[in-house]
């Protein structure tokens, strides 16, 4: 999904831009976060436990696929607090019955890809 704005959470949230400029919710750092409409989006499908939330954040934020690690995953730092609640109900890209999974998550729309970027 080369074109595809990811969720990466955990571990690999920290060095998913290392080798290569690529589209994401949040980034390693919030720091410097430019776009406050984000930490409600990341609290919600982070720590949340409800899935309907959560797919809907991740919709209105233009995310296309997310990344998490269960108890079973060798990922040192595991944030997603309820990685349950998204079996079965968005298509999973990539799972590697280890503990790392990869949902597709359907229906962002430009519109929702133009509100969620920071202007400039």
Avoid at 56 to 78: N, P
Avoid at 104 to 116: D, F, I, K, N, Q
């Amino acid at each position: 999904m080369p074109d595809a704005r990811a969720y990466p959470t955990g571990s690999v949230r920290f060095w998913y831009d290392a080798w290569h400029d690529l589209a994401q919710l949040g980034g390693g750092s919030e720091q410097g976060l430019l776009n406050s409409r984000i930490m409600p989006a990341q609290w919600e499908a982070t720590l949340g436990s409800q899935p309907a939330p959560t797919i809907l954040w991740m919709q209105a934020m233009g995310v296309d696929a997310v990344y998490l690690s269960d108890q079973r995953s060798l990922e040192e730092f595991k944030d997603f607090e309820h990685p349950e609640k998204l079996k079965g109900l968005l298509p999973v890209v990539f799972d590697d019955r280890q503990g790392n999974i990869v949902y597709r998550v359907p229906g962002a729309t430009p519109c929702a890809l133009a509100w969620s970027r920071p202007p400039g």
